[in-house]
């Protein structure tokens, strides 16, 4: 087998000649920053989750802790979550002083295990963070049968899972919170960027609030012609705002998103299809039994021998391939140990996952003749 010549990366997001030409005229236009693009594009996510309400945020880090500080999660409060995630989860929930209460993880789906969370659930637990792993749906329904019945709020991390169907509902679409990131890796993007998507009777003000200083007034209704440039501030918010040159870009990804989608989850059955004789080495994330349908954002592999990851990710990149080992688990990380006291072996099925998983390259605009070399090379590791 011949090595290619070009890099294949682990992902690359799909920009269309129309998103080109919209922010070309935004950047014509004078005006940058949030403004008439962000407020089209907020009110075509709302119409793709239903009518629910979508605003958008600087990034899906940013809205994590905008919606944590909208429920009232403060210093001495917990948020039960899984540490098989990338650290924003966490970080988000410690930095406003609150303990990360984590769960293990199902070792074949790599989702939280909810049989697990109303064990972990104290007189201090404010909210359950689930996350979307990869785009596969976590099982909702009984984690909002906890949360009803202890009274707490549930913020699904949903960055991986635009597009993800849980049985026959679209993620975002119902429940409480979820928060969407629109980074470059992700399968739809705005250069940077996210949104919180929200049940119309909740706290829909506080979050837009947060996004520009407490400000009581948008920016572009103040500076439009016909603007009122008088305001208040409500409490001291942040800046986490999204300008209207990532809007350009974000509002033909939408439309795009679900051919975008088909093509990823293709990608992503062919993987598994090739690797079936190989399953004693390698084995791809398991189908849940509940009806679902999968994002296919990432496509994980798990190795059989954990001795051999780093010789296996040595290998792809030798042969041209991106991969990347996601993720570390949170509870492994130096300031969780020291602020939170987690240490190794408090969560074996995230730590196994994490000691063996490797993603390899998946994006809608990956190739099947690149694909196909990616196999080659994965089997002829193996052999």
């Known amino acids: 087998m011949q090595k290619v010549e070009k890099f294949i990366p682990l992902s690359r997001p799909t920009i269309s000649k129309d998103s080109i030409d919209e922010v070309v005229g935004v950047l014509k236009s004078g005006w940058l920053a949030t403004g008439p693009l962000t407020q089209k594009f907020e009110q075509k996510l709302s119409a793709y989750f239903e009518g629910r309400p979508a605003l958008c945020f600087s990034s899906a880090t940013a809205g994590l802790q905008a919606a944590l500080i909208a429920i009232g999660v403060k210093e001495g409060d917990e948020v039960v979550t899984t540490p098989m995630t990338f650290v924003a989860t966490a970080n988000v929930i410690a930095a406003l002083g609150a303990k990360p209460v984590f769960v293990d993880v199902d070792r074949g789906t790599f989702n939280i295990d909810p049989n697990h969370i109303y064990d972990a659930c104290t007189s201090k637990t404010k909210a359950i963070m689930p996350v979307h792993y990869a785009g596969m749906p976590v099982d909702l329904d009984p984690i909002y049968e906890i949360a009803q019945m202890r009274g707490l709020r549930v913020i699904e991390d949903a960055a991986h899972a635009f597009g993800t169907y849980y049985k026959d509902r679209k993620i975002g679409a119902f429940g409480d919170m979820q928060v969407f990131s629109f980074h470059p890796i992700k399968n739809m993007t705005s250069g940077e960027g ?25 920016i572009w209704d ?39 989608n088909k093509r990823r989850r293709y990608l992503a059955s062919r993987y598994s299809y090739h690797f ?48 990347t080992p996601y993720y570390t688990p949170v509870h492994l990380f130096s300031y969780y140990q020291k602020t939170f006291g987690y240490k190794k072996g408090d969560f074996p099925n995230a730590e196994y996952i994490g000691e063996r998983i490797v993603c390899l390259p998946l994006y809608s605009g990956l190739k099947e003749d690149e694909q196909d070399y990616v196999i080659g090379v994965v089997k002829k590791f193996f052999e």
């Open 194 to 218: 996210g949104c919180v998507v929200l049940d119309p009777k909740s706290e829909q003000k506080i979050l837009e609030l947060q996004r520009f200083h407490g400000i009581d007034r948008p």
């Open 276 to 323: 079936d004789d190989i399953k004693d080495k390698i084995r791809t994330q398991a189908i849940p039994s509940y009806e679902s349908m999968h994002s296919a954002h990432l496509f994980p592999i798990c190795l059989s021998d954990k001795t051999k990851k780093n010789n296996f990710m040595a290998f792809l990149k030798d042969n041209m391939i991106g991969a």
């Open 222 to 260: 103040r500076f439009s012609k016909n603007g009122i440039r008088d305001y208040d501030v409500i409490f001291p918010g942040g800046k986490s705002n999204m300008s209207d040159v990532q809007a350009a870009i974000g509002i033909h990804q939408l439309a795009e998103v679900d051919v975008l």
